[in-house]
């Protein structure tokens, strides 16, 4: 095996292997690290490989430059793209078996830079791709709140959250769920990341303008009992996939906000109809995604954590088990990185009667949050705050992706006392 992470040995590549081999030694590396993406790019006198990995970046060695291109080209040849092309940007996709006989569908593209190219692979590991509900790493009482959601015949459930916040793959855990051979299933994705066995699965195009809502006119008339759709972003697409929710389709979409509630208001703002949202929705999943403490290597935390500070809403949890806060460490297990996974954190609004009615009255995002915590809804900050204390991430990994004041304040006096 070649010795990938040897980051400054620029030299001598040309006897390590020929590109080819490299290239498919180098994408094994980076599926068994469960890299996303992968990158080969021309920097000052060198081409620098980097993976991402756990939603951060990893510098993983520098090449020679004659090397490096030659390796950018073998890659463009896997995505079935022009090896040569150095002028224009260019775009392929394609399947490789690596040498230890896994398989994996990349997309590329390549843009010319400064220095040359950057060439950036997206990974897409079948077997871990497109996971089941319940290996999203969520609490078993979220789990079930989304299959009680999808076990509805209609009703519009909307996923949202940030730009890498996990989305598609919740979309694709409830598909699959959905996916028995008793429904047909269409969906309208922008791009498709895992096929579907049995889904009609549709790729837009602007080009040949199939947007969103040209291609949800289309599906409408296949009969579907669920779609998905991939985006929400224009009111076109908004208003027909309430009517749809609201009229004996199940309808799942993204749209892009940062909480539940502001979703619903997201919505409003493309469809002024409140009632027809409130009839239609029937809830709306907001989520982040954050590291896991390796389980194997995590230490406790020297950070001060006072037992009655817990509120109720948050102990109930805990499964009576007691708070325990954990930093990361470091094995060979998680490459000595003290993370070994990516967890979703959810916040689930579950639309009852109560919040149908707020939202029918016109209620503002600040509001209806009040109204669903209320409700019983625990806010993302409230899980965030029960992974902690359960050792399942680092407050330092909870502190980057949840803005919350409590939050925040647990990490400074852990600061001081550590
Ligand atoms: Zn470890």
Redesign the pocket.
């Known amino acids: 095996m070649i010795d990938f992470e040897d980051l400054d040995n620029a030299e001598g590549e040309t006897e390590l292997s020929p590109p080819e081999l490299f290239a498919a030694n180098l994408i094994e590396w980076s599926l068994e690290r469960h890299a996303s993406d992968l990158f080969v790019s021309d920097i000052d006198g060198a081409v620098l490989i980097s993976v991402r990995r756990l939603g951060r970046i990893e510098p993983v060695r520098k090449l020679a430059r004659d090397y490096g291109r030659r390796l950018q080209g073998h890659l463009r040849v896997i995505a079935g793209a022009d090896a040569g092309e150095s002028v224009r940007p260019v775009e392929g996709r394609g399947n490789i078996t690596t040498p230890d006989g896994s398989k994996a569908h990349l997309r590329l593209s390549s843009l010319p830079t400064l220095y040359g190219q950057d060439v950036s692979i997206r990974l897409f590991d079948p077997v871990r791709g497109a996971r089941p509900l319940d290996q999203l790493g969520m609490d078993s009482v979220d789990v079930e709140s989304i299959e009680h959601l999808i076990d509805q015949r209609s009703g519009l459930i909307l996923v949202t959250g940030p730009v890498a916040s996990g989305k598609s793959s919740t979309l694709y855990a409830m598909m699959k769920r959905l996916n028995d051979g008793t429904r047909k299933i269409h969906t309208i994705e922008d791009p498709i990341e895992h096929a579907l066995s049995g889904v009609m699965q549709s790729q837009t195009n602007t080009r040949l303008g199939l947007g969103f809502a040209e291609l949800l006119t289309v599906v409408l008339r296949h009969s579907p009992d669920v779609i998905m759709i991939g985006e929400i972003r224009d009111r076109q697409t908004a208003e027909t996939a309430i009517r749809a929710g609201a009229s004996g389709q199940l309808v799942l979409a993204t749209v892009h906000s940062t909480s539940t509630a502001e979703a619903v208001d997201m919505m409003l703002q493309y469809d002024s109809d409140h009632q027809f949202l409130a009839n239609a929705l029937s809830g709306v999943i907001n989520q982040r995604l954050v590291r896991r403490l390796?389980p194997?290597?995590r230490k406790p935390s020297s950070a001060p954590h006072d037992d009655g500070e817990i509120p109720e809403r948050i102990r109930c949890r805990m499964q009576d088990a007691p708070p325990s806060v954990f930093d990361p460490?470091?094995?060979h297990?998680?490459h000595e990185g003290?993370y070994?996974q990516l967890i979703a954190l959810p916040e689930i609004m579950l639309v009852d009667e109560t919040i149908e009615a707020a939202i029918a009255k016109r209620v503002c995002a600040t509001e209806l949050e009040t109204i669903c915590a209320e409700d019983g809804m625990l806010r993302l900050a409230e899980v965030a705050h029960s992974y902690v204390l359960r050792g399942l991430t680092s407050l330092d990994e909870i502190n980057r992706a949840v803005t919350d004041p409590h939050i925040a304040s647990m990490r400074r006096r852990g600061n001081k006392s550590g």
Do not use: A, I, P, Q
Request: proline fraction near 0%; charged fraction near 10%.
């Open positions: 390796c194997v290597c460490f470091g094995c297990l998680c003290g070994d």
